[in-house]
């Protein structure tokens, strides 16, 4: 049985103050859960939002990490200061990062192994856009975003790696991909880790993200295949977030 997860994505977003009113909300509000919870929250505000989840069991992750070790990289965070600001995810490769910063196949590889290299869970986020989808490319191009990170860390990696399938079409917009869309293709990402480890796709999470919210979230987290969510706007509400939590 694999354990859900649902993690907030605060994106750019929200002060210090208002990521510590929600932060509190959210570790007085949860209660008792047998699934992980975790929010990746802007880098500036990483120690700040620690503090207040120090006595909560919400795990805390980064929405980018750095993919070189240290040096002269302006502007980058590295996953050494990720450890050590108390991250226990980093996101890699969300489609904003792709399609704004411009990041490839191969940068994300290169975040997801320094994220690793310093004990950092990457979780790998893969999706279509609402053209590659019209022309039938979802597949292959889940499977370009898959391979460009099994090549280079391998498949002994997934033991310690979340994947978020989270469509572009779907992100921010409102539009959810349905129940049964959202499964098809996590039972395809699960398939192709298990033609590599039968092991590791048993055990690896795999999020659905996309418009996630309270009306829509006990029906996608039911399915076989989805192991959790990975929650944009509706994490910036914290009855919300919390009702998405207690979904599972
Ligand atoms: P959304 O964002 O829930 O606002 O669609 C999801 C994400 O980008 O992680």
């Known amino acids: 049985m694999r354990q859900s997860l649902i993690m907030g994505n605060w994106k750019m977003?929200?002060?210090?103050?208002?990521?510590?009113?929600?932060?509190?909300a959210l570790a007085e509000g949860l209660g008792e859960v047998s699934q992980e919870v975790a929010v990746c929250v802007p880098f500036v505000y990483l120690t700040d939002i620690r503090e207040v989840l120090?006595?909560?069991?919400?795990?805390?992750?980064?929405?980018?990490?750095?993919?070189?070790?240290?040096?002269?990289?302006?502007?980058?965070?590295?996953?050494?200061?990720?450890?050590?600001?108390?991250?226990?995810?980093?996101?890699?490769?969300?489609?904003?990062?792709?399609?704004?910063y411009g990041d490839s196949n191969a940068t994300v590889a290169s975040r997801f192994v320094?994220?690793?290299?310093?004990?950092?869970?990457?979780?790998?986020?893969?999706?279509?856009?609402?053209?590659e989808r019209e022309q039938d490319k979802t597949f292959?191009?889940?499977?370009?975003?898959?391979?460009?990170?099994?090549?280079?860390?391998?498949?002994?990696?997934?033991?310690?790696?979340?994947?978020?399938?989270?469509?572009?079409?779907a992100i921010g917009t409102g539009k959810t991909a349905s129940d049964e869309q959202a499964q098809e293709v996590h039972k395809y990402i699960r398939e192709r880790i298990a033609a590599r480890s039968q092991a590791i796709a048993d055990k690896v999470q795999i999020l659905y993200g996309g418009s996630v919210k309270p009306d829509n979230a006990k029906g996608l987290f039911a399915m076989a295949d989805i192991d959790g969510g990975l929650v944009g706007g509706a994490s910036l509400d914290a009855n919300g977030f919390l009702q998405i939590c207690h979904s599972v």
């Open 140 to 169: 292959e191009v889940v499977d370009e975003q898959l391979d460009a990170v099994i090549d280079a860390a391998g498949i002994d990696a997934f033991a310690n790696a979340v994947i978020a399938y989270e469509p572009v079409w």
């Open 114 to 131: 320094q994220a690793q290299k310093q004990g950092i869970v990457p979780v790998l986020c893969v999706g279509e856009t609402l053209d």
């Open 54 to 100: 120090a006595s909560s069991p919400i795990a805390l992750g980064a929405q980018n990490v750095a993919d070189q070790a240290s040096g002269a990289y302006t502007g980058e965070v590295s996953a050494t200061m990720l450890a050590d600001c108390g991250c226990k995810y980093a996101l890699v490769g969300h489609s904003e990062r792709r399609s704004y």
């Open 13 to 24: 977003n929200g002060s210090r103050a208002e990521g510590q009113t929600l932060a509190k």
